[in-house]
């Protein structure tokens, strides 16, 4: 399967970006590890008649922690970079632990944590070469009208299949998002819009360029969840991420957010209030982890049915949290 | 008889270098002046007529060179001479979703799928089958005309008198199980390079070299043949470096032909490589298998009768699937010892990609059955299920009621090593909670007895031809595809000849140089090709020793060849030095190219002159000059045909399940269930394999382990999921084999029967352990957490429904009914076939775009 044909874009600056950005406004893509985009552009997803790479501005890499305790994160900073740091591990463990379950070390190398926020939802009828969806009569998502996934609905199902927003969610994490008119920071969760197709609020001219962790979210202790085939490569099926911090045996803040499961990674709502001020047992984990299961709403998108993945949602809030008490 | 120099030993594959460093060449690393890129049209259809496919948009664009269409190679070819059901391209009818329509072949590999949008088809879809059971119910519209009931083949044996034996158990099990289908996955993806050579005399195309990732190099030639109707001696067929085959190339796969119909009509070459979905497509592999399985036992664990009625879900075209269903009921047969056997085989045509042999063809299904069944019986007994299987033991050597020979039959060993190496008796029932060990064994043939062809010409032949300076050249039909048959044959010529593996150059598969080999599948390689490596071995040597024996004045038999030297050995050992003072003895472990013409020449002159008197010893190159100033041109040949009396009884299809010989396994796998979320965890299996003799212990270890790794992707993870004909999974990526992290510790552990017939003893290692390893694992699946799984693979959720199934909880669905309004098939409500919507922003090649377009006059 050929790459279609685009012309290579290789600015050094942001500035530069954004500028070739909104020269070539709604025909262009941007690369950045290329792991999610370059495979959808030889399945002819998309079909750009330019590419701007902006692996080589190299402000945009790195893990910055502020004076005050937050963290600046470069929107290329690789997966790798983000597992390993020893700083995010000790102050940000639930981001390392999600950045390492992503894909295979090979696809971590690559894949950038800008990408990661960015990267498209996913769907089994979407994900496939031209010729494929060619078979299916293609799908609401890319070159058709109709869902395979939610039959007669008008809306696109495709699940956001990220590892590391769910834990950037439950950080409170801000980005910030760059064009030739204009910066703007805004919150991670409103970042996406919760429909398949138009998934993340982002316009054609726009880059993100960095992620921000404010200092009152370092030092939770933090556990990410994935549900996966193997071991290894796969995209989460479902995946759970939580944070909490206790005071004096009793919780004085938490956050559960869920990825793969629906259009968007979401934080479950009233998992926070369920939680503050109660000592976590097994029943107070059980009672979120329904809660969670109710805000997952999977559909066939992926390998394994929606129902167990649902399940999975349960047992693994249930777990993250368990695991985070102790 | 373990006083070997070269055989039993761990030496490195001959081809190991080029394959790590990156300079071995596989078929797509090939290219040759002027090649040109082929492209193939698929159909999106599972089962459609061609009312018309117009190409001539697609011939004008520029860069393409050819378009091809099923009418430019219209002769019928298929792996089976009872089986030529499959075209070049389609003719006038699609049958599954993928099959070949056209072929573009254009400069570049871009221009060639720019110039496939550009070939306008009309179909006329056909109502489409893709269940078995409902395939066997079709009363119209057939897929193939010929086939009525969509039935490719049934057959119905009994051996014994079943029935009665029945009547006879004291107890009685019976079930169903179901197999999904699964694909072999190869590394490489298939790919043929095809190039004409101008016939100097008529300046049409005339000689055609085909380069392809072939397990099967003398087939492709035959079968392109047929299809070019050329002479088989006007193709030359090369297998490159194979990066994997278990039996995805072990018949001609469509591209093969394709590319030589496009060469031949661009006159140019063409190279196909196929995209991994293009692989998933082409398919051949295990089909999805219905066993209802019944088997009686008496009170002390022997089983008196067994009945298993196979229903296999075949997909479009034949391929091998007559011997798939064969093997199915014939390997119930030579593992244990079964007196009345029942077996009503159905292979059934439905409108998917084809299935055809893989890896433990035939048997794994029925094995998985089998195996499972046996372990639910042991429980019923109240006996221990390693017991059960050691009660049934065959009395070897004997012949089964289903007519197999069997020789050599390691199994009680194989058993023996895996209990106590597994500790089975101190920790079995004792593991901790949710952990749980599990015992199953499984057999293979070593190569049919019975060729596909049905000629009495020989399965494997050989030709070795000797240099003057000592070194060899193996001549070998025999296809590495990554099993290491050019070692085994290197290593055999060098243990026959008593010389070191330097010496030994193989030139293999390549039909213009190498004698004829039916090729690389059912595991035949090592047993036939092995046997007429040594037979060509042994030729040559005679020849060789018949000159030493005249020059050291003894018989045949004095003489000793190893370590590079012949030596005599009813010579006084003090003899030797005196020879000393020749220089031209070269000592044993003198590099090969450290050796100097002069030496050669000079020991050929001391060879004429009259020698003082005879010698004790000679170098290898002094007793091969001997030879060749002797005979002239030292060459020798071996072939192999499997005896008689190992091909098998009279009945309806007796010809598949016969071997020369069985290898045999058996297998504990120790696993843990994880009771809330379903994933099982394979933590170590031990796998024992009876293989004859180890020729290259290294060797057979990685097939031990590359055998349950594959059948562990088969019991947990690996599964071909459908949609109405239309393939969900077809990449690597969702189509899910085990990766490194889920690799359990594979305890591999060789069982050396030394087989009577075998080269050393030798058979079969590729195959047989694949079968065990399912079984074992729903076995310890059962002893960890108490459920039986009769569907594989065992995907969590799988796990997880029975699991609360047993403890009565909350139930899974495991159908896709979230959503209630799901249509249980989708082109009820979308798909291609009633696709009327309109979409904002509908594709170019959206086929209600076309309609639309076609409506309002509309043309490009
Ligand atoms: C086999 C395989 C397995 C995978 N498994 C996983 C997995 O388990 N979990 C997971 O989360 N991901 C997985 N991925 C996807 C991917 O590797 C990661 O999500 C990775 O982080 C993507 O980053 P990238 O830099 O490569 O993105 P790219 O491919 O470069 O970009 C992805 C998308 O984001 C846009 N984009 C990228 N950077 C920016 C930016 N700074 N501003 C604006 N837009 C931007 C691109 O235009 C594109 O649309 C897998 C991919 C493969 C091929």
Same mark, same amino acid.
């Given at each position: 399967?050929?790459?279609?044909?685009?012309?290579?874009?290789?600015?050094?600056?942001?500035?530069?970006?954004?500028?070739?950005?909104?020269?070539?406004?709604?025909?262009?893509?941007?690369?950045?590890?290329?792991?999610?985009?370059?495979?959808?552009?030889?399945?002819?997803?998309?079909?750009?008649?330019?590419?701007?790479?902006?692996?080589?501005?190299?402000?945009?890499?790195?893990?910055?922690?502020?004076?005050?305790?937050?963290?600046?994160?470069?929107?290329?900073?690789?997966?790798?970079?983000?597992?390993?740091?020893?700083?995010?591990?000790?102050?940000?463990? %639930?981001?390392?632990?999600?950045?390492?379950?992503?894909?295979?070390?090979?696809?971590?190398?690559?894949?950038?944590?800008?990408?990661?926020?960015?990267?498209?939802?996913?769907?089994?009828?979407?994900?496939?070469?031209?010729?494929?969806?060619?078979?299916?009569?293609?799908?609401?998502?890319?070159?058709?009208?109709?869902?395979?996934?939610?039959?007669?609905?008008?809306?696109?199902?495709?699940?956001?299949?990220?590892?590391?927003?769910?834990?950037?969610?439950?950080?409170?994490?801000?980005?910030?998002?760059?064009?030739?008119?204009?910066?703007?920071?805004?919150?991670?969760?409103?970042?996406?819009?919760?429909?398949?197709?138009?998934?993340?609020?982002?316009?054609?001219?726009?880059?993100?360029?960095?992620?921000?962790?404010?200092?009152?979210?370092?030092?939770?202790?933090?556990?990410?969840?994935?549900?996966?085939?193997?071991?290894?490569?796969?995209?989460?099926?479902?995946? %759970?991420?939580?944070?909490?911090?206790?005071?004096?045996?009793?919780?004085?803040?938490?956050?559960?957010?869920? +990825?793969?499961?629906?259009?968007?990674?979401?934080?479950?709502?009233?998992?926070?209030?369920?939680?503050?001020?109660?000592?976590?047992?097994?029943?107070?984990?059980?009672?979120?982890?329904?809660?969670?299961?109710?805000?997952?709403?999977?559909?066939?998108?992926?390998?394994? @049915?929606?129902?167990?993945?649902?399940?999975?949602?349960?047992?693994?809030?249930?777990?993250?949290?368990?695991?985070?008490?102790? | 008889?373990?006083?070997?120099?070269?055989?039993?030993?761990?030496?490195?594959?001959?081809?190991?270098?080029?394959?790590?460093?990156?300079?071995?060449?596989? !078929?797509?690393?090939?290219?040759?002046?002027?090649?040109?890129?082929?492209?193939?049209?698929?159909?999106?259809?599972?089962?459609?007529?061609?009312?018309?496919?117009?190409?001539?948009?697609?011939?004008?664009?520029?860069?393409?060179?050819?378009?091809?269409?099923?009418?430019?190679?219209?002769?019928?070819?298929?792996?089976?001479?009872?089986?030529?059901?499959?075209?070049?391209?389609?003719? /006038?009818?699609?049958?599954?979703?993928?099959?070949?329509?056209?072929?573009?072949?254009?400069? +570049?590999?871009?221009?060639?799928?720019?110039?496939?949008?550009?070939?306008?088809?009309?179909?006329?879809?056909?109502?489409?089958?893709?269940?078995?059971?409902?395939?066997?119910?079709?009363?119209?519209?057939?897929?193939?005309?010929?086939?009525?009931?969509?039935?490719?083949?049934?057959?119905?044996?009994?051996?014994?008198?079943?029935?009665?034996?029945?009547?006879?158990?004291?107890?009685?099990?019976?079930?169903?199980?179901?197999?999904?289908?699964?694909?072999?996955?190869?590394?490489?993806?298939?790919?043929?390079?095809?190039?004409?050579?101008?016939?100097?005399?008529?300046?049409?195309?005339?000689?055609?070299?085909?380069?392809?990732?072939?397990?099967?190099?003398?087939?492709?030639?035959?079968?392109?043949?047929?299809?070019?109707?050329?002479?088989?001696?006007?193709?030359?067929?090369?297998?490159?470096?194979?990066?994997?085959?278990?039996?995805?190339?072990?018949?001609?796969?469509?591209?093969?032909?394709?590319?030589?119909?496009?060469?031949?009509?661009?006159?140019?070459?063409?190279?196909?490589?196929?995209?991994?979905?293009?692989?998933?497509?082409?398919?051949?592999?295990?089909?999805? @298998?219905?066993?209802?399985?019944?088997?009686?036992?008496?009170?002390?664990?022997?089983?008196?009768?067994?009945?298993?009625?196979?229903?296999?879900?075949?997909?479009?075209?034949?391929?091998?699937?007559?011997? $798939?269903?064969?093997?199915?009921?014939?390997?119930?047969?030579?593992?244990?010892?079964?007196?009345?056997?029942?077996?009503?085989?159905?292979?059934?045509?439905?409108?998917?990609?084809?299935?055809?042999?893989?890896?433990?063809?035939? @048997?794994?299904?029925?094995?998985?059955?089998?195996?499972?069944?046996?372990?639910?019986?042991?429980?019923?007994?109240?006996?221990?299920?390693?017991?059960?299987?050691?009660?049934?033991?065959?009395?070897?050597?004997?012949?089964?009621?289903?007519?197999?020979?069997?020789?050599?039959?390691?199994?009680?060993?194989?058993?023996?090593?895996?209990?106590?190496?597994?500790?089975?008796?101190?920790?079995?029932?004792?593991?901790?909670?949710?952990?749980?060990?599990?015992?199953?064994?499984?057999?293979?043939?070593?190569?049919?007895?019975?060729?596909?062809?049905?000629?009495?010409?020989? *399965?494997?032949?050989?030709?070795?031809?000797?240099?003057?300076?000592?070194?060899?050249?193996?001549? $070998?039909?025999?296809?590495?595809?990554?099993?290491?048959?050019?070692?085994?044959?290197?290593?055999?010529?060098?243990?026959?000849?008593?010389?070191?593996?330097? =010496?030994?150059? %193989?030139?293999?598969?390549?039909?213009?140089?190498?004698?004829?080999?039916?090729?690389?599948?059912?595991?035949?390689?090592?047993?036939?090709?092995?046997?007429?490596?040594?037979?060509?071995?042994?030729?040559?040597?005679?020849?060789?020793? !018949?000159?030493?024996?005249?020059?050291?004045?003894?018989?045949?038999?004095?003489?000793?060849?190893?370590?590079?030297?012949?030596?005599?050995?009813?010579?006084?050992?003090?003899?030797?030095?005196?020879?000393?003072?020749?220089?031209?003895?070269?000592?044993?472990?003198?590099?090969?190219?450290?050796?100097?013409?002069?030496?050669?020449?000079?020991?050929?002159?001391?060879?004429?002159?009259?020698?003082?008197?005879?010698?004790?010893?000679?170098?290898?190159?002094?007793?091969?000059?001997?030879?060749?100033?002797?005979?002239?041109?030292?060459?020798?040949?071996?072939?192999?045909?499997?005896?008689?009396?190992?091909?098998?009884?009279?009945?309806?299809?007796?010809?598949?399940?016969?071997?020369?010989?069985?290898?045999?396994?058996?297998?504990?796998?120790?696993?843990?269930?994880?009771?809330?979320?379903?994933?099982? !965890?394979? *933590?170590?299996?031990?796998?024992? *394999?009876?293989?004859?003799?180890?020729?290259?212990?290294?060797?057979?270890?990685?097939?031990?382990?590359?055998?349950?790794?594959?059948?562990?992707?088969?019991?947990?993870?690996?599964?071909?999921?459908?949609?109405?004909?239309?393939?969900?999974?077809?990449?690597?990526?969702?189509?899910?084999?085990?990766?490194?992290?889920?690799?359990?510790?594979?305890?591999?552990?060789?069982?050396?029967?030394?087989?009577?017939?075998?080269?050393?003893?030798?058979?079969?290692?590729?195959?047989?352990?694949?079968?065990?390893?399912?079984?074992?694992?729903?076995?310890?699946?059962? /002893?960890?957490?108490?459920?039986?799984?009769?569907?594989?693979?065992?995907?969590?959720?799988?796990?997880?429904?029975?699991?609360?199934?047993?403890?009565?909880?909350? *139930?899974?669905?495991?159908?896709?009914?979230?959503?209630?309004?799901?249509?249980? !098939?989708?082109?009820?409500?979308?798909?291609?076939?009633?696709?009327?919507?309109?979409?904002?922003? =509908?594709?170019?090649?959206?086929?209600?775009?076309?309609?639309?377009?076609?409506?309002?006059?509309?043309?490009?």
């Amino acid at each position: 399967m050929s790459l279609p044909e685009f012309k290579l874009l290789r600015p050094r600056t942001v500035r530069e970006a954004v500028d070739l950005l909104a020269q070539h406004s709604g025909n262009v893509r941007v690369l950045a590890g290329g792991t999610d985009l370059v495979p959808s552009m030889r399945q002819k997803l998309f079909e750009p008649q330019y590419v701007v790479d902006i692996r080589h501005i190299s402000v945009l890499n790195g893990i910055s922690p502020l004076r005050d305790g937050a963290v600046e994160i470069g929107a290329l900073t690789s997966l790798t970079a983000i597992e390993r740091s020893p700083y995010l591990r000790q102050h940000y463990s %639930v981001l390392s632990e999600a950045a390492g379950t992503v894909a295979s070390p090979v696809l971590r190398n690559m894949g950038t944590i800008g990408g990661n926020i960015c990267l498209d939802t996913r769907c089994l009828w979407y994900n496939q070469s031209l010729q494929w969806r060619k078979s299916c009569g293609f799908c609401i998502k890319k070159d058709g009208d109709l869902c395979h996934v939610a039959p007669g609905g008008t809306k696109c199902w495709a699940a956001f299949s990220g590892d590391t927003p769910p834990a950037l969610l439950c950080l409170n994490a801000d980005i910030e998002i760059v064009s030739a008119a204009a910066i703007r920071r805004v919150a991670l969760g409103e970042f996406y819009t919760g429909d398949g197709v138009a998934y993340r609020k982002l316009q054609s001219g726009e880059l993100v360029t960095r992620v921000f962790l404010p200092a009152a979210s370092a030092d939770y202790r933090g556990v990410y969840r994935k549900l996966r085939v193997r071991g290894s490569i796969d995209y989460p099926l479902a995946g %759970v991420a939580v944070v909490l911090k206790r005071a004096n045996g009793h919780i004085a803040d938490a956050r559960v957010a869920l +990825t793969a499961v629906n259009p968007a990674p979401l934080l479950v709502t009233g998992a926070t209030a369920a939680l503050l001020g109660n000592v976590l047992d097994e029943a107070l984990a059980e009672a979120v982890g329904d809660m969670a299961a109710k805000t997952a709403k999977p559909l066939t998108t992926s390998a394994l @049915t929606p129902e167990y993945r649902r399940e999975m949602i349960r047992v693994f809030t249930k777990r993250a949290l368990l695991a985070a008490a102790n | 008889m373990s006083d070997f120099s070269i055989i039993g030993k761990p030496i490195a594959m001959v081809d190991a270098a080029g394959k790590t460093t990156g300079a071995g060449k596989y !078929t797509d690393d090939l290219s040759v002046a002027g090649m040109l890129y082929g492209k193939i049209l698929h159909s999106p259809h599972p089962h459609a007529r061609i009312v018309r496919v117009d190409t001539s948009r697609a011939a004008k664009l520029p860069g393409v060179v050819a378009v091809v269409t099923g009418k430019d190679a219209p002769n019928p070819y298929g792996i089976l001479p009872v089986g030529h059901d499959e075209r070049a391209m389609a003719l /006038d009818k699609v049958r599954y979703v993928g099959d070949n329509v056209a072929c573009v072949a254009a400069e +570049t590999e871009f221009i060639a799928e720019q110039a496939l949008e550009l070939i306008d088809v009309e179909y006329e879809v056909l109502p489409a089958y893709f269940d078995p059971e409902e395939s066997m119910k079709a009363q119209s519209d057939f897929i193939h005309d010929n086939k009525p009931q969509n039935i490719e083949k049934d057959y119905h044996h009994v051996f014994g008198d079943p029935d009665k034996a029945f009547t006879e158990a004291d107890y009685v099990a019976e079930a169903r199980f179901i197999a999904q289908e699964v694909t072999h996955a190869a590394m490489e993806p298939h790919s043929t390079l095809a190039s004409f050579e101008i016939d100097s005399q008529t300046g049409k195309p005339g000689r055609l070299t085909v380069w392809s990732s072939t397990q099967v190099p003398y087939y492709l030639q035959h079968k392109l043949s047929l299809v070019l109707e050329m002479p088989m001696s006007q193709i030359r067929v090369i297998k490159p470096l194979v990066g994997g085959g278990f039996g995805g190339k072990s018949e001609v796969i469509p591209l093969e032909i394709i590319a030589a119909v496009a060469a031949r009509a661009a006159q140019k070459p063409v190279k196909i490589t196929y995209t991994r979905e293009e692989v998933f497509l082409a398919h051949r592999g295990r089909p999805r @298998t219905i066993v209802d399985l019944k088997t009686g036992v008496k009170n002390d664990g022997s089983i008196t009768a067994v009945k298993a009625r196979v229903i296999q879900d075949g997909g479009a075209y034949c391929s091998y699937g007559v011997v $798939t269903i064969l093997y199915s009921g014939a390997l119930l047969g030579a593992l244990y010892d079964i007196p009345n056997i029942q077996y009503d085989g159905y292979r059934v045509l439905t409108n998917k990609p084809v299935c055809g042999a893989m890896r433990g063809h035939g @048997t794994v299904n029925v094995r998985f059955a089998f195996e499972s069944q046996l372990d639910e019986i042991a429980l019923q007994l109240k006996m221990d299920s390693a017991e059960i299987r050691r009660r049934n033991l065959l009395k070897a050597p004997c012949i089964t009621v289903n007519g197999l020979r069997v020789q050599s039959y390691g199994l009680p060993e194989c058993i023996a090593q895996v209990v106590t190496r597994s500790q089975w008796n101190e920790r079995k029932g004792k593991l901790p909670k949710s952990r749980g060990l599990g015992i199953a064994c499984s057999h293979y043939v070593s190569g049919a007895a019975n060729s596909i062809i049905r000629s009495d010409m020989p *399965h494997s032949t050989v030709n070795i031809k000797i240099d003057r300076d000592g070194g060899i050249v193996v001549y $070998t039909g025999a296809s590495d595809i990554g099993q290491g048959s050019d070692t085994m044959v290197a290593q055999i010529a060098a243990e026959v000849l008593g010389c070191s593996m330097a =010496r030994v150059k %193989v030139i293999a598969a390549d039909t213009d140089l190498t004698p004829i080999d039916i090729g690389s599948y059912s595991s035949r390689v090592t047993f036939m090709n092995g046997n007429a490596t040594l037979r060509a071995a042994q030729d040559v040597k005679k020849q060789i020793a !018949t000159a030493a024996a005249r020059k050291m004045d003894c018989t045949l038999d004095d003489l000793i060849f190893r370590d590079d030297v012949v030596v005599n050995k009813r010579a006084p050992v003090a003899a030797t030095p005196a020879n000393g003072s020749q220089p031209t003895v070269v000592h044993a472990e003198a590099s090969v190219s450290g050796r100097v013409e002069g030496q050669i020449l000079r020991g050929s002159l001391q060879q004429k002159r009259k020698d003082e008197g005879p010698k004790a010893r000679l170098s290898f190159e002094e007793a091969v000059v001997a030879a060749i100033d002797f005979h002239g041109a030292l060459s020798g040949t071996g072939s192999y045909a499997p005896p008689p009396e190992a091909r098998g009884g009279k009945h309806k299809g007796a010809g598949v399940g016969p071997s020369p010989a069985y290898s045999y396994s058996a297998q504990v796998a120790e696993v843990s269930v994880d009771e809330e979320t379903g994933e099982v !965890t394979v *933590h170590k299996v031990w796998a024992s *394999h009876d293989c004859g003799r180890a020729l290259n212990p290294t060797s057979v270890e990685g097939q031990i382990i590359g055998s349950v790794w594959m059948g562990m992707g088969q019991a947990l993870t690996e599964e071909m999921v459908w949609k109405d004909g239309l393939l969900m999974n077809p990449g690597l990526l969702e189509y899910r084999s085990p990766s490194s992290v889920e690799s359990p510790v594979v305890e591999a552990i060789i069982v050396e029967s030394v087989d009577p017939e075998g080269p050393f003893g030798a058979k079969e290692a590729s195959e047989g352990s694949l079968a065990a390893t399912i079984p074992a694992i729903a076995n310890a699946i059962y /002893d960890a957490v108490g459920i039986r799984l009769r569907e594989s693979p065992f995907t969590p959720e799988r796990v997880l429904s029975a699991l609360r199934a047993k403890k009565k909880q909350k *139930h899974i669905n495991l159908t896709e009914g979230v959503d209630p309004t799901a249509p249980t !098939t989708f082109r009820e409500h979308g798909g291609s076939l009633c696709f009327k919507g309109k979409g904002p922003e =509908r594709h170019a090649l959206d086929p209600a775009r076309r309609e639309a377009q076609v409506a309002t006059g509309g043309a490009d």
